[in-house]
């Protein structure tokens, strides 16, 4: 009996521990890596997966054309939590089983999104870039502490995000129009978005949606001089209407890991208070490892039939 063949598209999977691709080949399958380097592109994958009977998945997009190409596929495991670029109808009528790795991400996205909201309150990257250019110049920033953080999404990212600023003295405002006030269990207060926008002092992106979420009449009712963390989705956010923010200084500075496309080169660039990520909040060694071996397992329990 032939060898079932794995194709593997993350760029970094097993790049910092060999464990999840030892863990395939010790399985008996065969292993064939990305040979690209980096996202495929659809003309792509519908080319790669032609002979694939599994996948390890990345967010290349696996659309109808793609599946329907590839006729041995049997499971696709998603390193990640994000399953929006792949076809779910399609994989569903050509038999092909689909599986995410929701909570390893938790934990490495959270402590990024406070480690973020601590540069920004108080100014280190203003700070340091005078530093570099040789001016001593001392900024007063603003402490976490009795800040109130408007969190836009309440899954488990935002939870555990939560309970590491509540170490620090915010207040927790919570938007999330999936839960009830009985689903909040540590003194958050459930806001609307209304409710919320005016009040916060930072708002933070923890949603799945790709709907926008703050466009020109969100930041219109924001507080002047408030901090922005997106770690979620750039979808969530009008690109236009937040550039406006930024130039009319309502938006006093943010972090972006999402973006609307990757490799982004839009107009964030220009502005020296928004730190922008390559879409790596989990690329933590144990985040990396949890992720790919759940993905790594995952797919070989599919791949069984």
Partial sequence: MPKLRVGITPSSFAASNQK??????AAGVEVIDNPYGRRLTEAEAFDYLADKDGLIAGLEPLTRK???????LKAIARVGIGIENIDLDAARH?????SNTPDGPTHAVAEMTLATALVLSRKLLETDRKMHQGHWAKNIGRGLKGQKVLFIGYGRIGRVTANLMRN??????????FITKKDLKN???QVTLEEGLPQADIITLHANSRDVVLGQKQFDKVKKGVILLNSARGELIDEKALIQALESGKVASGWFDAFWEEPYQGGLLKFENILLTPHMGTYTEQCRLAMEMDAVNNLLRDLVV
């Fill in 168 to 177: 620090f003295g915010v207040e927790i405002l919570v938007y999330d129009p």
């Fill in 66 to 72: 793609v599946l329907k190409n590839a006729k041995s």
């Fill in 20 to 25: 999840p691709k030892l863990a395939l080949e």
């Fill in 187 to 189: 003194n958050e207060k």
């Fill in 94 to 98: 050509f038999g092909i089983k689909v």
